[in-house]
């Protein structure tokens, strides 16, 4: 079965800053993996999502992931924080389109 | 247009009452799925409907949880008898159809506190 580790359930950066948040997966064959963000009592929101096309995704607000199969990682990042960005992250994978698992959530606050 | 809605947004309970929360989806989205959310985790999958199959239950933790769909649309999460572990935020979200590379659209969540 699949599954998805965030490291770091909180991570902190200066404005302005690079933004890094780690997702690493297990799955024995080519996974389908999400970034959703949630902003304070809010549901989630798609930032993107890698289905199989370019290993390097954008998304909004800037967000991009890159797909590294040598490391099962899909990292989030961007390069420059914003303080609009604090909120909660969700990396999540899907395999064979059988159910989709979430990370535990990587909470992101920006400092002035 | 009007994205997912759910309420109550908030609901406290004494244990052992039954609790109902409603899932509004966006209008013409046949599948809809519930997921928990407790303090510090992940989402849990608990249930999906796609249409007028029968729901994949496979992730409702215990029989005191329960859930319908009527009509294709409004759903409604059920749990009998409450227990103070069922204390978290529900949460609701649909998509145009069932395949997990589809965008799933949440609301913004029931939060649930049993005393």
């Known amino acids: 079965a699949q599954s998805v580790t965030q490291l770091g359930s909180h991570v902190s950066v200066s404005e302005g800053a690079l933004v890094l948040l780690r997702c690493n997966y297990s799955?024995?064959?080519?996974?389908?993996l999400f970034w959703y963000v949630q902003y304070p009592n809010q549901g989630l929101q798609l930032l993107l999502k890698?289905?199989?096309?370019?290993?390097l995704v954008k998304g909004i607000n800037g967000f991009e992931a890159e797909f590294k199969k040598s490391e099962t990682s899909f990292h989030l990042t961007k390069p420059s924080a914003h303080m609009s960005d604090a909120a909660e992250y969700f990396c999540?994978?899907?395999?064979?389109?059988?159910?989709?698992?979430f990370g535990a959530g990587t909470r992101l606050t920006v400092k002035p | 247009g009007a994205g997912v809605s759910q309420s109550p947004s908030n609901k406290v309970t004494e244990k052992g009452k039954d609790v109902e929360l409603r899932c509004d989806p966006i209008?013409?989205?046949?599948?809809l799925y519930w997921y928990r959310q407790s303090l510090g985790q992940g989402l849990e999958f608990l249930i999906y409907?796609?249409?007028?199959?029968?729901?994949?239950k496979s992730g409702l933790p215990s029989d005191r949880f329960s859930a319908e769909r009527t009509g294709g649309s409004v759903s409604t999460l059920t749990i009998q008898r409450t227990q103070q572990e069922d204390s978290a935020v529900y949460l609701c979200?649909?998509?145009?159809?069932?395949?997990?590379?589809?965008?799933?659209?949440f609301g913004p969540g029931t939060r649930l506190l049993v005393l």
């Open positions: 890698y289905t199989s096309a370019a290993t």
């Open positions: 999540a994978v899907s395999v064979n389109n059988n159910d989709m698992r």
């Open positions: 799955s024995s064959v080519p996974p389908y």
């Open positions: 979200a649909s998509s145009p159809r069932h395949t997990y590379q589809e965008t799933q659209y």
């Open positions: 409907f796609q249409g007028n199959s029968a729901p994949d």
């Open positions: 209008s013409g989205h046949t599948a």
